[in-house]
């Protein structure tokens, strides 16, 4: 599967050059409201845990599941202009919340981590007996990128998507882990501790954390722990989605960038891959930025996402 990259690369303006200003940009750059007629409902998880998910009805017979990155929820200006992209060329939209996060807190004991693929593919599973017939494509950003590819590569015997967009894994999480710790990367690492500490405030072990430091203390205390593993070390190299990209044999691009502050697409290259995983490694773009002065808008990610939807769509 080799879809055609979009027309235009990413350019950057002079005011978002680099990866930390890239990533930094997309925060800060203002995002349009708008309104969209949501359906929302709860999927309950085989262990009683439920996850809050939102839907928008299409005609193109197209299905476009969308899941978050760490420390987000379905509220992220990325996933609501993803949502209402998809949904205005024609396709249903499934957004969702992973457990504890957005509209499902109060709702999950159990945490999402980068390894949480039987949760995506309960809702993949959901999605096909909710839409018989469709094509279902699966959109992941960040953590739910590696949880895409690590389903698509490592447990295919699980519900699958017909093709996927990962966008920009961190593949080796090792490797994304420590990279938070230097310089100023060390402001992301806090931000996600920050949004993750509120996350599992009064759920099980949260209450008696303590105060970790950094991610990797949060991984090593929580996490790990929570997800079934004794260490960090254990859970990053079970977890990590790397070395199973050569796995996926379903139509699958990684859209990443060579800049990423923690998550660089060099990761990604370092690994095998199947001829079903098609790498688009963009020279600029840092961490789900992708900030661009030949874009109305500015906004390189929304183009990028609308293109390989619509490729996806016909594969």
Same mark, same amino acid.
């Given at each position: 599967?080799?879809?055609?990259?979009?027309?235009?690369?990413?350019?950057?303006?002079?005011? +978002?050059?680099?990866?930390?200003?890239?990533?930094?940009? +997309?925060? =800060?750059?203002?995002?349009?409201?708008?309104?969209?007629?949501?359906?929302?409902?709860?999927?309950?998880?085989?262990?009683?845990?439920?996850?809050?998910?939102?839907?928008?009805?299409?005609?193109?017979?197209?299905?476009?599941?969308?899941?978050?990155?760490?420390?987000?929820?379905?509220?992220?200006?990325?996933?609501?202009?993803?949502?209402?992209?998809?949904?205005?060329?024609?396709?249903?939209?499934?957004?969702? %919340?992973?457990?504890?996060?957005?509209?499902?807190?109060?709702? *999950?004991?159990?945490?999402?981590?980068?390894?949480?693929?039987?949760?995506?593919?309960?809702?993949?599973?959901?999605?096909?007996?909710?839409?018989?017939?469709?094509?279902?494509?699966?959109?992941?950003?960040?953590?739910?990128? %590696?949880?895409?590819?690590?389903?698509?590569?490592?447990?295919?015997?699980?519900?699958?998507?017909?093709?996927?967009?990962?966008? %920009?894994? &961190?593949?080796?999480?090792?490797?994304?882990?420590?990279?938070?710790?230097?310089?100023?990367?060390?402001? =992301?690492?806090?931000?996600?501790?920050?949004?993750?500490?509120?996350?599992?405030?009064?759920?099980?072990?949260?209450?008696?954390?303590?105060?970790?430091?950094?991610?990797?203390? $949060?991984?090593?205390? =929580?996490?790990?722990?929570?997800?079934? $593993? &004794?260490?960090?070390?254990?859970?990053? +190299?079970?977890?990590?989605?790397?070395?199973?990209?050569?796995?996926?044999?379903?139509?699958?691009?990684?859209?990443?960038?060579?800049?990423?502050? $923690? +998550?660089?697409?060099?990761?990604?290259?370092? $690994?095998?891959?199947?001829?079903?995983?098609?790498?688009?490694?963009?020279?600029?773009?840092?961490?789900?930025? #992708?900030? *661009?002065? %030949?874009?109305?808008?500015?906004?390189?990610?929304?183009?990028?996402?609308?293109? #390989?939807?619509?490729?996806?769509?016909?594969?």
């Amino acid at each position: 599967m080799r879809p055609a990259p979009p027309a235009e690369p990413c350019l950057p303006p002079l005011w +978002a050059r680099g990866g930390h200003l890239q990533t930094l940009a +997309a925060q =800060y750059l203002p995002t349009p409201h708008v309104e969209l007629p949501w359906e929302r409902f709860r999927l309950i998880l085989e262990d009683g845990d439920a996850l809050a998910i939102q839907a928008l009805r299409g005609r193109s017979g197209v299905v476009v599941s969308l899941f978050h990155g760490l420390g987000g929820s379905v509220e992220g200006h990325y996933m609501r202009r993803a949502a209402a992209l998809c949904h205005a060329a024609g396709h249903t939209v499934v957004a969702v %919340n992973h457990r504890g996060a957005g509209a499902g807190r109060g709702l *999950a004991r159990g945490i999402y981590h980068s390894g949480a693929t039987s949760d995506m593919a309960a809702v993949l599973g959901m999605c096909r007996q909710r839409y018989p017939g469709e094509r279902l494509l699966t959109v992941g950003f960040s953590i739910s990128a %590696n949880i895409l590819l690590l389903l698509a590569g490592r447990d295919r015997h699980l519900a699958l998507p017909d093709a996927g967009l990962a966008v %920009n894994p &961190p593949a080796d999480l090792e490797a994304c882990s420590r990279r938070l710790l230097r310089g100023f990367s060390r402001a =992301y690492d806090q931000y996600f501790l920050r949004r993750l500490g509120r996350e599992v405030a009064g759920r099980p072990g949260g209450d008696s954390l303590g105060r970790p430091r950094t991610l990797r203390d $949060f991984d090593e205390a =929580y996490t790990a722990r929570q997800a079934g $593993f &004794p260490s960090r070390a254990e859970y990053y +190299a079970a977890c990590s989605c790397g070395p199973h990209l050569a796995g996926v044999d379903i139509p699958m691009v990684i859209l990443t960038s060579e800049d990423d502050p $923690f +998550a660089p697409g060099s990761d990604v290259a370092a $690994f095998p891959r199947s001829g079903s995983v098609h790498l688009h490694l963009e020279r600029t773009g840092g961490h789900m930025g #992708y900030i *661009a002065r %030949n874009i109305p808008g500015h906004r390189w990610l929304d183009y990028a996402l609308a293109h #390989y939807v619509g490729e996806l769509s016909r594969a």
